[in-house]
């Protein structure tokens, strides 16, 4: 696993309209537990386009993440959508956060529309699995 190595952004790279320090850094850096299966996800989309593979590993359920995380180093994160959440408060247990993430790699744009599982684990919540509704 590499470690981050992008800087950090004036404004959250989630599209919340907060400053990253406001919405995902306390998340992405581990200071503060994410405290809702939406703010896990907005998180994991931030690690994503910082390059941040510690805190995707640590944020994934134990039982269905990779050994290894690796990311592709060429690809821009462009946005973040959420269309949907089920579930996924402070007090559940168990959470679904259906979202629209925009990319472009190697001059060639993508959108991933997938609907992920998130439960708690250890009291904190992780990020279970995903299933892909579209991608193009």
């Not at 992008?6 to 309209?17: I, L, M, V």
């Not at 944020?59 to 993440?65: A, I, V």
């Amino acid at each position: 696993m590499k470690k981050s190595g992008k800087t950090h952004p004036e404004s959250c790279p989630c599209n919340s309209g907060l400053s990253f320090t406001d919405c995902c850094q306390p998340y992405v850096e581990q200071c503060l537990a994410a405290p809702t299966a939406e703010a896990l996800m907005r998180s994991r989309y931030t690690a994503f386009a910082l390059s941040n593979e510690r805190y995707l590993h640590d944020s994934w359920h134990p039982d269905t993440r990779p050994i290894d995380i690796w990311l592709n180093a060429g690809t821009t994160w462009l946005g973040l959508e959420i269309i949907r959440t089920t579930a996924g408060g402070p007090d559940d247990v168990d959470g679904q956060v259906e979202f629209v993430a925009r990319s472009k790699n190697g001059g060639k744009a993508s959108r991933l529309h997938e609907n992920s599982l998130f439960t708690r684990y250890e009291g904190r919540w992780v990020y279970v699995n995903g299933e892909i509704l579209s991608k193009k």
